[in-house]
């Protein structure tokens, strides 16, 4: 991850809202839907609200929109590169959709990356959230290779600028070509993270993969990110 985070976080997020809003007959929204249907691959950026940003003397990251068994797709695509597309997370009300749901996908993991090593310090998908300037704080579930999966710790980028709080959701021990469908309160996390007061300038949401440190190839897919109430916590859906 090293630099990527300093890169994003200090970026403002912005262009067009490609969230879905899905609401019940006479209630309010349940859900805001962020998925890939209505996106294209455009130069180095994923529109729809996404927008690419590299590392600097790295070779760029593909992020492209695909089709898998009729549905629509981000595949991240990582050879010796790294990179990642930010979305402008103030867009989204957290107080009222703070459980933050997404479906995700590895093919090929970074071969011995390991969070622990900052020598190996790639992951083939990760979902992030934070904020900051210049100083930045952020929050980062990621699919790991070797790092024991329930693993967490606190990382330091950028000559100590960059504060990442990173989670190992998933690593080597589960099913490659396999959809996974996680759940967190983003909410808590961020409270946790600004306990002052969660800023509502400088926020983004990422996806990014990494396997510059390991000079390795990965391959990994999202299908949709969502946002939902806590009433909807625990409720999973494959769909």
Same mark, same amino acid.
């Given at each position: 991850?090293? =630099?990527?985070?300093?890169?994003?976080?200090?970026?403002?997020?912005?262009?067009? %809202?490609?969230? $879905?809003?899905?609401?019940?007959?006479? =209630?309010?929204?349940?859900?805001?839907?962020?998925?890939? *249907?209505?996106?294209?691959?455009?130069? =180095?950026?994923?529109?729809?609200?996404?927008?690419?940003?590299?590392?600097?003397?790295?070779?760029?990251?593909?992020?492209?929109?695909? @089709?898998?068994?009729?549905?629509?797709?981000?595949?991240?695509?990582?050879?010796?590169?790294?990179?990642?597309?930010?979305?402008?997370?103030? *867009?989204?009300?957290?107080?009222?959709?703070?459980?933050?749901?997404?479906?995700?996908?590895?093919?090929?993991?970074?071969?011995?990356?390991? &969070?622990?090593?900052?020598?190996?310090?790639?992951?083939?998908?990760?979902? #992030?959230?934070?904020?900051?300037?210049?100083?930045?704080?952020? %929050? &980062?579930?990621?699919?790991?290779?070797?790092?024991?999966?329930? *693993?967490?710790?606190?990382?330091?980028?950028?000559?100590?600028?960059?504060?990442? $709080?990173?989670?190992?959701?998933? $690593?080597? *021990?589960?099913?490659?070509? #396999?959809?996974?469908?996680?759940? %967190?309160?983003?909410?808590?996390?961020?409270?946790?993270?600004?306990?002052?007061?969660?800023?509502?300038?400088?926020?983004?949401?990422?996806?990014?993969?990494?396997?510059?440190?390991?000079?390795?190839?990965?391959?990994?897919?999202?299908?949709?990110? @969502?946002?939902?109430?806590?009433?909807?916590?625990? =409720?999973?859906?494959?769909?």
């Amino acid at each position: 991850m090293k =630099k990527i985070l300093l890169l994003f976080l200090i970026l403002m997020c912005g262009g067009g %809202v490609a969230e $879905n809003v899905f609401a019940a007959p006479g =209630k309010g929204p349940q859900k805001i839907r962020i998925d890939f *249907t209505s996106s294209a691959k455009s130069g =180095k950026s994923v529109t729809g609200g996404w927008h690419y940003k590299g590392k600097p003397f790295t070779r760029d990251i593909d992020f492209s929109i695909v @089709e898998l068994k009729g549905v629509r797709v981000l595949q991240v695509s990582s050879r010796k590169s790294s990179g990642t597309i930010l979305y402008d997370l103030s *867009t989204i009300d957290l107080v009222k959709f703070p459980l933050m749901r997404w479906k995700w996908m590895a093919v090929r993991l970074p071969a011995g990356a390991c &969070a622990t090593n900052p020598r190996k310090d790639d992951q083939v998908l990760a979902v #992030c959230a934070g904020a900051g300037r210049p100083r930045t704080n952020s %929050v &980062a579930f990621r699919w790991e290779t070797e790092t024991v999966k329930g *693993t967490k710790g606190i990382s330091r980028y950028g000559l100590g600028m960059v504060l990442v $709080n990173w989670f190992a959701m998933r $690593n080597r *021990t589960d099913k490659l070509n #396999c959809w996974y469908v996680e759940e %967190v309160n983003l909410l808590e996390h961020l409270r946790k993270l600004f306990p002052k007061g969660i800023p509502k300038t400088d926020l983004a949401l990422s996806i990014t993969g990494n396997s510059q440190y390991t000079g390795t190839d990965s391959l990994g897919y999202i299908e949709y990110l @969502e946002f939902l109430p806590i009433s909807e916590k625990g =409720k999973l859906s494959l769909q």
